[in-house]
């Protein structure tokens, strides 16, 4: 049977965590909270993962709780559901988003389909963690930001934290939830932000947004490093007077609609920024809803600021170019107005 910690630590007390360390806490909680929560995957054990997330979790907590895997990545969430199916929680690591290609067949034709397939008796209650998203000028499948695999596919849960605090609520939330959880965790954003995180047991709900800023004139709509960039153009156009309302999603499945619709119909015009290409981008499911929902809400078409799509993420010096950068959302931003 799971045991969970009588007197989890209290949330009263306070440090400043980077987003990785975030992380890291809320996994090392989760592991002393109920005995069934196993980590694994490529160099997860000895070395903390690529980006040392895991870092101290295996000398913690033993060899059978945190370790390697081969190569596999295929054979790592193949694993992972027949764990799931006798009962354990195994939270597993890809080393990059675009290594998630490799294990699709698993995601979409076992772990997002194992409740409905045995009509509820089983299901599986992994977590699918993984680096995401460019700015770092690394190698080719490496800056990959894959989400629309999965929200396409039913029975996935799609995370994306973007402050310190979030990514352990929104971590230790995932690990309970009954059904599988990816967390797309990004690269840039790893030790670039800092803010004071609980360091006791908390949860952040899976499917409620964050208010990033508060405006009047036009909707941003963003999720992960995008949010830090919506950010940075909404207090730009703050400077000419131009409120912003930035919505930063956290979730994209379970979505919070009502958020999103809420800003919608306060600013009547909408900017939906991601970094994955254009096409077929969760943005445009963003901005169908908008038009089902809130068509007479609008005074402007819906813009999307993304990813080209001539192009896979570069790892030269011009990937920077291909990720939404501030100068391209405060086009949009000046687009939408005038319209």
Request: glycine residues 10%; contains cysteine.
């Amino acid at each position: 049977m799971t045991q969970l910690a009588e007197k989890p630590n209290p949330i009263s007390e306070k440090k400043v965590m980077t987003l990785a360390a975030a992380l890291t806490d809320g996994m090392d909680i989760a592991l002393e909270r109920d005995e069934k929560v196993v980590m694994y995957g490529e160099d997860v054990g000895v070395m903390g993962g690529v980006f040392r997330v895991t870092t101290g979790l295996q000398g913690k907590h033993g060899k059978h709780r945190v370790f390697d895997t081969p190569l596999t990545e295929e054979g790592i969430l193949g694993t992972a559901v027949g764990m799931c199916a006798v009962g354990w929680k195994p939270v597993v690591e890809l080393q990059f988003g675009g290594f998630l290609y490799a294990g699709l067949d698993q995601v979409i034709s076992h772990v997002s389909r194992y409740r409905y397939r045995s009509r509820g008796r089983w299901n599986t209650p992994m977590v699918i963690r993984f680096p995401y998203g460019g700015g770092l000028n690394l190698l080719e499948q490496h800056h990959d930001s894959p989400e629309t695999y999965l929200t396409h596919t039913p029975g996935i849960k799609v995370v994306f934290p973007t402050t310190p605090y979030d990514a352990k609520g929104l971590m230790l939330a995932a690990i309970e939830d009954p059904d599988p959880v990816v967390i797309f965790e990004n690269i840039k954003l790893y030790r670039s932000v800092k803010e004071e995180v609980p360091t006791g047991y908390y949860t952040v709900p899976l499917g409620k947004a964050r208010k990033v800023m508060d405006g009047s004139d036009v909707t941003l709509i963003t999720w992960g490093a995008m949010v830090t960039q919506c950010e940075a153009a909404a207090k730009a156009a703050l400077e000419a007077g131009i409120s912003c309302d930035v919505l930063d999603l956290r979730t994209l499945v379970p979505l919070d609609l009502e958020a999103i619709l809420e800003s919608v119909e306060k600013t009547g015009r909408v900017v939906i920024v991601h970094e994955a290409n254009l096409t077929s981008g969760f943005g445009g499911e963003i901005a169908a809803l908008i038009a089902e929902k809130a068509l007479f809400s609008l005074e402007a078409p819906i813009l999307r600021v993304a990813g080209f799509d001539t192009m896979h993420s570069p790892f030269n010096p011009i990937n920077h170019f291909h990720r939404p950068e501030p100068a391209y959302i405060a086009d949009a931003i000046r687009k939408v107005l005038e319209a």
